[in-house]
């Protein structure tokens, strides 16, 4: 039997409300009675956007679509292996309606747990959800006006990159500080961070997460190796570091939400590693199933590039923190 993934182009509806648009599988189609996003396979020799533009018609009579890329992705859960190229539009004409006799309903994101999805609609939604750009905070100083100077530049940092309608995503990484110390201060970041209603991810334990109602946890390579399933529940972030092609596999296995895959270019805080380059980037990154973001070097008018080569976004220390 040919084990080759199929390509399906997935398109997922956003209203003015935030809520999303899924058909549910008709009963004689495999995964009958589960819901997903519109979508089908791509016809030999068509285009992934043209596959998008004729699906969408055929299923639920929607034309015109404004779409944007949000994740291209393999998997192998359901009945065959199949390569899901997702778009988020934001833009169509028509009313959206079941043209196959199939339900559709708009769904707001909280509803969605009430609703049998197909297995990896969870990647889809990650993509949708995170952010373009992740800041890794630089270290703190010791004295009292450089810890001053690092809130204000984290407070402008944080007003700064909240882009696409999405919130600031930051992890608080610092090697230096004992677990006391990175306690107090994880606790008066996540205060700043409300204020501007960004989410942060700690590095250290997961009952520190839970303690401060931080929005997730980030690991590093290191640590999520000894992990055989994710460590934290999955209301909170899961992210963890990466470096190659199976790491980032091991990273989608244990259901991390999201990977960074360093180094793109050379960087200061980790000069003795090889740069991967934008094709080595993408070789790495591959068909994951989880979004992936380009650190090392990395500015935020990196973002361009990074899309172009299937990045969920750009990640970074120096690039993304002002005065830096
Ligand atoms: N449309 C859609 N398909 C998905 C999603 N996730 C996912 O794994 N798939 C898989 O992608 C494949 C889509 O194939 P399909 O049978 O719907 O394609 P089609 O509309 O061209 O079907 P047809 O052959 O009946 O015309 C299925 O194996 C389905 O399980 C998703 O979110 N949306």
Not at 114 to 138: G, M
Not at 274 to 294: C, I, K, M, N, Q
Request: net charge negative; with cysteine; proline share 6%.
């Amino acid at each position: 039997m040919d084990r080759a993934p199929l390509d399906i182009a997935v398109g997922v509806l956003v209203d003015d409300h935030d809520r999303l648009l899924i058909a549910r599988r008709r009963a004689d189609t495999p995964g009958a009675g589960y819901w997903e996003f519109p979508g089908g396979k791509r016809e030999p020799g068509e285009s992934v956007a043209a596959c998008l533009s004729r699906e969408l018609a055929e299923e639920i009579g929607v034309t015109d679509l404004t779409s944007r890329s949000l994740i291209r992705f393999s998997h192998d859960r359901g009945p065959r292996p199949v390569r899901l190229h997702v778009a988020r539009i934001d833009n169509w004409t028509g009313e959206p309606a079941g043209q196959e006799g199939q339900q559709v309903r708009w769904c707001a994101q909280n509803d969605l747990s009430d609703v049998e999805l197909l297995p990896a609609t969870n990647v889809i939604l990650a993509a949708l959800n995170l952010p373009p750009l992740y800041i890794i905070t630089p270290s703190i100083g010791r004295g009292r006006s450089a810890r001053q100077s690092w809130f204000d530049a984290l407070d402008r940092a944080l007003r700064a990159h909240v882009g696409d309608g999405t919130k600031a995503f930051v992890r608080l990484r610092q090697p230096g500080l004992d677990d006391d110390d990175y306690a107090d201060l994880a606790k008066r970041v996540l205060e700043h961070a409300r204020r501007q209603q960004a989410r942060v991810l700690l590095d250290r334990s997961v009952a520190l997460v839970e303690r401060l109602s931080a929005d997730g946890l980030h690991c590093s390579t290191r640590r999520a190796q000894r992990m055989d399933k994710r460590p934290i529940a999955d209301n909170y972030w899961f992210g963890v570091s990466t470096h190659s092609a199976d790491e980032l596999t091991h990273a989608a296995a244990i259901n991390a939400d999201f990977a960074t895959l360093s180094p793109v270019a050379a960087t200061e805080t980790h000069s003795e590693a090889r740069p991967l380059g934008w094709p080595g980037f993408e070789d790495a990154r591959g068909e994951a199933a989880l979004p992936v973001y380009a650190l090392g070097g990395m500015r935020p008018d990196d973002l361009g590039a990074a899309r172009d080569h299937y990045a969920q976004g750009v990640a970074g220390i120096r690039g993304f923190w002002p005065g830096s």
